[in-house]
């Protein structure tokens, strides 16, 4: 077995990366106070107030919601959080900061952003009661946004054209979560003529360098960090692979500018998700448009680009008025087995990331939004024609044939080569890597006779027919493909 060295060797490099800021600091301390001591010449202070004046990062911001209030911790569990604040601070002032002073930058090119890191720090240290691992994944993750959004300005700076590529007709695949969405993204990345941003680009959109080689070591790197979060999460393998080279959601993207719902999916933090649907998603979908511009320009030769999320649904607007010539598909399925599915791979993303969690609450929160997104998509089919609408069913029976129809819709040609290809994917990988799991509405406090009354319009509109298992069970609910 080889789980042991390699736990070692991760909770060896997690205690390394705790002690060498505390290392730092100790020495800083001490120069400061070194007898004698002469400091070097101070370097012109970055224009910091620019930010801290529009989001009011050391103030109180309007609309603020109030924060929740959390149990009375016992002494050494204060401490702890007190040390732990010190090691990996969520305070946006300071993340800021670092991230600047890391890449040598003074300023943003776009400060849009700071408001919303704002409102989800505030939120998660109020809401989502974080581990110590959350935390410090929490820290990590930010400073990672900050510092690809600074690569993108430096890039900027040295090809303006960058942000004049033109996106032509991209094609945006939504719909209910668990209704094959990641499988058909994958299918359709296989043919060369397709684009489909990859888990490592949208992590590391600019090359990161091996310390001893100097190669470039994005892969590498983005396919340790999953082997460390399937250590974490072994259930998550079955429910959703996480492949360094499989096609990504575009919520990866739109995370950069700190708007965006996959931080509802992974923590507990309905302050912001209220607050990021009040905002609304333009500045999260110009962003979107900025760095698929990045990924477009560092292609060899120009592909369609296709693109995937189940949350688009929730801003088709916002969706529209940044790729006025989109091609919208979006796949239904039965909702009753989309919630227990989502609300299992929901309980299984939080785990690592907070210290308590409440399947009950997880259940209410995930068929109270879906039911807002099921409503959505009722109204888009009546306002949007040109949406192609497919089924989860017609695609994992025939999916050659959802395939051929797609491309048709869209006009474009499935080649010889692409088709082959996506033949081979489906002999090998016939469910896309997938695991078939059957999950109950009732351990997250759901019931199917409410559900199927609540969903009933969506599943007449498009005719969604039922699902069920062979247990018998009404609430006992199949899902395998994503």
């Known amino acids: 077995m080889i789980y042991g060295p390699l736990v070692t060797v991760l909770v060896l490099a997690v205690l390394i990366a705790v002690s060498v800021p505390l290392l730092r600091r100790i020495a800083s301390l001490s120069r400061s106070i070194e007898p ?101 994944a929490t820290r990590f993750d930010a400073l990672r946004c900050l510092n690809n959004q600074l690569d993108l300005d430096l890039a900027e700076q040295f090809d303006a054209s960058i942000v004049r590529r033109n996106l032509v007709r991209p094609i945006f695949i939504t719909g209910l979560p668990r209704c094959g969405s990641t499988f ?103 962003f979107h448009r900025r760095f698929l511009q990045h990924l ?40 009753l087995c989309v919630l227990a599915s989502v609300a299992k791979l929901t309980e299984i993303l939080r785990r690592p990331f907070t210290r308590h969690l409440d399947r009950q609450q997880i259940g209410a ?37 959802t395939i051929s129809a797609l491309y048709d819709h869209c006009g474009l040609r499935l080649s010889a080569a692409a088709e082959a290809r996506m033949a081979q994917s489906l002999r090998t990988r016939p469910r896309g890597g997938y695991a078939v799991h059957a999950h109950r509405l009732e351990s997250f406090g759901l019931e199917a006779t409410v559900l199927r009354e609540r969903f009933a319009g969506y599943m007449r509109t498009f005719e969604v027919r039922p699902e069920r298992t062979g247990s018998g069970s009404a609430n006992a609910l199949a899902s395998g493909t994503a």
């Not at 109030?66 to 090691?87: H, K, N, Y």
């Not at 082997?227 to 990866?252: I, K, N, V, Y």
């Not at 929730?314 to 790729?323: G, M």
């Open 36 to 136: 004698g001591r002469r400091d070097p010449p101070a370097r012109a202070p970055r224009k910091l107030s620019l930010y801290r004046a529009r989001a009011s990062l050391r103030g109180k911001l309007p609309g603020a919601t109030r924060p929740v209030t959390q149990p009375a911790r016992r002494p050494a569990r204060r401490e702890r959080a007190r040390m732990l604040d010190r090691i990996a601070p969520l305070d946006a002032g300071e993340l800021i900061d670092t991230a600047l002073r890391r890449r040598g930058c003074r300023e943003f090119s776009d400060w849009t952003f700071a408001m919303a890191l704002q409102r989800l720090l505030r939120s998660l240290r109020a809401e989502a009661q974080l581990s110590m691992f959350g935390q410090l």
């Open 184 to 286: 058909l993204h994958s299918m359709l990345a296989l043919d060369p003529a397709v684009a489909a941003p990859r888990s490592w680009q949208l992590l590391y959109p600019y090359p990161t360098r091996s310390p001893l080689t100097g190669a470039d070591n994005r892969r590498t790197r983005v396919a340790r960090q999953f082997a460390f979060f399937r250590l974490l999460s072994p259930e998550l393998t079955g429910m959703h692979p996480l492949e360094a080279d499989a096609p990504q959601e575009c919520t990866d993207i739109t995370a950069q500018v700190f708007q965006s719902l996959r931080f509802d999916t992974i923590y507990r933090i309905p302050a912001y998700r209220d607050w990021l649907d009040q905002h609304g998603h333009d500045g999260a979908y110009r």
């Open 296 to 335: 477009d320009a560092q292609g060899a030769s120009a592909r369609h680009w296709v693109l995937k999320s189940p949350d688009h649904v929730f801003a088709l607007d916002a969706l529209r008025r940044t790729y006025p010539d989109a091609i919208i598909v979006m796949l239904h399925r039965d909702p």
């Open 365 to 401: 929160e995930i068929s109270e939004r879906w039911a807002d997104g099921a409503d959505r998509m009722v109204a888009a089919r009546s306002s949007d024609a040109q949406i192609l609408h497919l089924h989860y069913h017609d695609l994992v029976s025939a999916p050659m044939d």
